[in-house]
Nanobody, 121 residues
Framework: QLQLVETGGGLVQPGGSLRLSCAAS????????MGWYRQAPGKQREFVAL???????NYRDSVKGRFTISRDNAKNTVSLEMNSLKPEDTAVYYC???????????????WGQGTQVTVSS
């Protein structure tokens, strides 16, 4: 059973930085789009950033210029560098990836279990 495991969350002061990482728990045949979503208390889960298999990136407007998504295809990982953090960035951050487990399998979207990011003084 595949799991996506996020690490790097925590408590940081406004203006601070955090780096989130997400790794697959087993070997994977192919990974396509990888992204990050977040969910604040009482709100719906929302898109944060995406990186395609061709390394094209897309961000929600409120994080542009502050967050950077990257991937390491050799390690099957995706990271999110978050700078100039604001209290409104507080949420549980989830990793998402579209991948194939084997050459004959279909691609599916998988989710991580989430990691808490709290921005507070």
């Amino acid at each position: 059973q595949l799991q996506l495991v996020e690490t790097g969350g925590g408590l940081v002061q406004p203006g601070g930085s955090l780096r989130l990482s997400c790794a697959a728990s087993r070997s994977i045949f192919a990974i396509y789009d990888m992204g990050w979503y977040r969910q604040a208390p009482g709100k719906q889960r929302e898109f944060v950033a995406l990186i395609t298999g061709g390394n094209n990136t897309n961000y929600r407007d409120s994080v542009k210029g502050r967050f950077t998504i990257s991937r390491d295809n050799a390690k099957n990982t995706v990271s999110l560098e978050m700078n100039s953090l604001k209290p409104e960035d507080t949420a549980v951050y989830y990793c998402n990836a579209n991948l194939k487990l084997g050459p004959a399998s279909y691609s599916h979207y998988y989710w991580g279990q989430g990691t808490q990011v709290t921005v507070s003084s």
